[in-house]
């Protein structure tokens, strides 16, 4: 079991928790994740490490309630514990001899972000994050980003926070004015991730993509995770998630990512006729 030390609540969809872990703190790195069970006979469903202390023991899970086991993980509280907990998972993000990096966080994506740009700082890079939300109210992490970043821009789809804009328009910005990156880093829909990476190629600039929004199983062994990279077929839970943007055939993954639409949704209205017989009952 591991328990739930901290618990916050970042908007009105999304949730923090610090889970009680040192073998995995220990290990932990950017990009990297893991694989919780809530109880028994639950799903496994794979989570990004958003952060880590190796001091405390603790690993920092940033979750959006979509689906029936992140509703029931937000169900739990500080003192509650997971039932299983495992990792860490994937391949480390390669960040070594970068003098300069823009990150780019959509949405969730930005938990995700978060870590690349925290050890890019620790490691003396010059960073400039651009984080983009739909609206101000579901914008997470701005003062923790700001803190690992020598610039951060935070756009609204509607300019709700009073800086309207996608983050391709704040990166091409950025580009124009001669800030000249030694690779960009892009984590969050893929949709988001394509339009960077359709920018960046015509700079000339090396790009990394997370591929974590199509992993379900998280060890291969499902194959839902498959993405073609540069003609070739890769998993994303054991071959990445990290991938170079250019050479991901996006509109494959989007499709495939389609096919679960109606599957999930079945799995997520099941559990809310359980969960609500059980209050009712």
């Given at each position: 079991?591991?328990?739930?030390?901290?618990?916050?609540?970042?908007?009105?969809?999304?949730k923090l928790m610090?889970?009680?872990?040192?073998?995995?703190?220990?290990?932990?790195?950017?990009?990297?994740?893991?694989?919780?069970?809530?109880?028994?006979?639950?799903?496994?469903?794979?989570?990004?490490?958003?952060?880590?202390?190796?001091?405390?023991?603790?690993?920092t899970i940033i979750y959006q309630e979509v689906g029936k086991t992140t509703k029931l993980l937000g169900t739990l509280n500080e003192g509650d514990s997971i039932l299983?907990?495992?990792?860490?998972?994937?391949?480390?993000?390669?960040?070594?001899?970068?003098?300069?990096?823009?990150?780019?966080?959509?949405?969730?994506?930005?938990?995700?972000?978060f870590p690349q740009a925290k050890e890019l700082h620790n490691l003396g890079a010059e960073v400039h994050s651009i984080i983009g939300f739909r609206n101000k109210d579901l914008i997470i992490l701005e003062k923790e980003v700001a803190a690992v970043s020598d610039k951060?821009?935070?756009?609204?789809?509607?300019?709700?926070?009073?800086?309207?804009?996608?983050v391709?328009?704040?990166?091409?910005?950025?580009?124009?004015?001669?800030?000249?990156?030694?690779?960009?880093?892009?984590?969050?829909?893929?949709?988001?991730?394509?339009?960077?990476c359709d920018l960046t190629k015509k700079y000339g600039i090396k790009?990394?993509?997370?591929?974590?929004?199509v992993m379900i199983d998280g060890t291969g062994m499902c194959g839902g995770c498959r993405v073609t990279v540069g003609g070739e077929t890769k998993f994303a839970c054991?071959?990445?998630?990290?991938?170079?943007?250019?050479?991901?055939?996006?509109?494959?993954?989007?499709?495939?990512q389609r096919m679960y639409k109606e599957h999930e949704k079945l799995s997520e209205e099941k559990h809310e006729c359980r969960m609500g017989g059980a209050l009712n009952g």
């Open positions: 079991m591991y328990k739930i030390v901290r618990k916050e609540v970042l908007n009105s969809q999304v610090d889970i009680y872990a040192p073998a995995i703190a220990k290990k932990a790195q950017p990009g990297q994740f893991i694989i919780l069970r809530v109880y028994d006979g639950g799903e496994r469903i794979p989570l990004t490490i958003a952060d880590y202390d190796r001091e405390k023991g603790t690993v299983d907990f495992v990792g860490p998972l994937g391949v480390a993000s390669h960040l070594d001899g970068l003098k300069k990096v823009a990150v780019i966080g959509g949405g969730l994506g930005t938990a995700i972000a951060v821009f935070v756009t609204t789809d509607d300019g709700s926070n009073g800086n309207k804009g996608f391709t328009d704040v990166l091409k910005n950025l580009i124009e004015e001669g800030n000249q990156y030694d690779l960009v880093i892009a984590i969050g829909p893929l949709i988001m991730m394509k339009v960077v790009t990394i993509v997370s591929m974590n929004p054991v071959d990445g998630p990290d991938f170079d943007g250019h050479l991901i055939d996006f509109d494959e993954a989007m499709r495939r």
